[in-house]
Nanobody
Framework: QLQLVESGGGLVQPGGSLRLSCAAS????????IGWFRQVPGKEREGVSC????????QYGDSVKGRFTISRDNAKNTVYLQMNSLKPEDTAVYYC???????????????????????WGQGTQVTVSS
């Protein structure tokens, strides 16, 4: 069964950090483009970050640029989202998504939309509050 599982969410104070993980089972994340998204009830899903499949080019949404870092560890079949300097407005359910597609810096000018991806995780809640 092909599956993505997010973990690492939780409650953190403003200014704190969390690292989210997106682990794949049933397939390898290598050669997959990965995206992180977040959603608050009643609001549209927001693209947070993405990483290309072939050269690990990364892109970030304006609201998280300079604070979040996406990375992958193919040996662990996992993609990470390091979130620093967290703000209350970062509170949301965070999802990772994957698609087997050749993407590089030359072909990924910005993060693909959610409907680009084939596989999705179940989400992990991040709450930033004092």
């Amino acid at each position: 069964q092909l599956q993505l599982v997010e973990s690492g969410g939780g409650l953190v104070q403003p200014g704190g950090s969390l690292r989210l993980s997106c682990a794949a089972s049933g397939f390898t994340l290598e050669d997959h483009a990965i995206g992180w998204f977040r959603q608050v009830p009643g609001k549209e899903r927001e693209g947070v970050s993405c990483i290309a499949s072939l050269d690990d080019t990364t892109q970030y949404g304006d609201s998280v640029k300079g604070r979040f870092t996406i990375s992958r560890d193919n040996a662990k079949n996992t993609v990470y989202l390091q979130m620093n300097s967290l703000k209350p407005e970062d509170t949301a359910v965070y999802y990772c998504a994957a698609r087997l597609v050749p993407l590089t810096k030359a072909t990924m000018f910005k993060c693909p939309r959610g409907d680009f991806y084939d596989y999705w995780g179940q989400g992990t809640q991040v709450t930033v509050s004092s």
